[in-house]
């Protein structure tokens, strides 16, 4: 089946620096992924959609040059967090419609820690 | 290999009647199981969730029970309501799900229809 993944799982960095995660579909092209962050109470928070060429689109209070998203090729999408503070410090996880249309692929998530 | 499976991709049920959503999972180390909804054009939500020690969580409506010999969940919905049609999301986490990383099923389409 359709397989994404996601890199790293899990990530300590500095405050100030920038942290890139990215997302791979294995198997399929995925010309549409989807950006997640989870909130208190494990609620996913969309941030933003990625188009494969194209520029991403961004969720209302989403910060387009604090979460830089690039979709280069249909298999892979990247999210980088720039000037990462400890506040961003959070699960996110990816998200593509499966190819065969009726699900969606998720990725295996990346618990970024800012310190 | 997929560790968290929902096999039907699709449900159909009539209003009043029960929903029923089934999950299964491979990692014995799973031991926080949630229950996410989707509208579309939206991210998804957390809905319910259970820890491995329990075996049932219910809230209104909805109850989640959990077989950790068959490592199998269901989510049932009763009464069903137009309302609750999206998809729905099992996920399951090794590390009580506030630590740890999130393994997400496919999603289950439910249609409720009136």
């Known amino acids: 089946g359709a397989v994404v993944s996601q890199h790293p799982s899990r990530v300590i960095c500095k405050s100030g620096t920038s942290v890139k995660i990215e997302c791979r579909s294995l198997?399929?092209?995925?010309?549409?992924m989807f950006w997640y962050r989870q909130f208190p109470k494990q609620s996913l928070m969309l941030m933003a959609t990625?188009?494969?060429?194209?520029?991403?689109?961004?969720e209302q209070g989403v910060e387009k040059d604090k979460f830089l998203i690039n979709h280069a090729s249909l298999t892979l999408s990247t999210l980088t967090v720039t000037s990462a503070h400890p506040e961003d410090s959070s699960f996110y996880i990816c998200s593509a419609p499966d190819r065969e249309g009726y699900g969606y692929t998720f990725g295996s998530g990346t618990r970024l820690t800012v310190v | 290999d997929q560790q968290v499976k929902q096999n039907s991709p699709s449900l159909s049920v009539q209003e009043g009647r029960i929903s029923i959503l089934n999950c299964d999972y491979t990692?014995?180390?799973?031991?926080?199981f949630l229950w996410y909804k989707k509208y579309p054009a939206e991210g998804p939500t957390f809905l319910i969730s259970?820890?491995?020690?329990?075996d049932k969580n219910e809230d209104g409506r909805f109850t989640v029970f959990l077989n950790k010999s068959a490592k199998h969940l269901s989510l049932h919905i009763v009464p069903s309501q137009p309302g609750d049609s999206a998809v729905y999301f099992c996920a399951a986490s090794d590390y009580g799900g506030s630590q740890g990383n999130l393994i997400f099923g496919k999603g289950t389409k439910l249609s409720v229809k009136p």
């Open positions: 198997d399929f092209q995925a010309t549409t």
């Open positions: 990625s188009n494969e060429g194209s520029k991403a689109t961004y």
């Open positions: 259970i820890s491995s020690i329990k």
């Open positions: 990692n014995s180390m799973f031991d926080y």
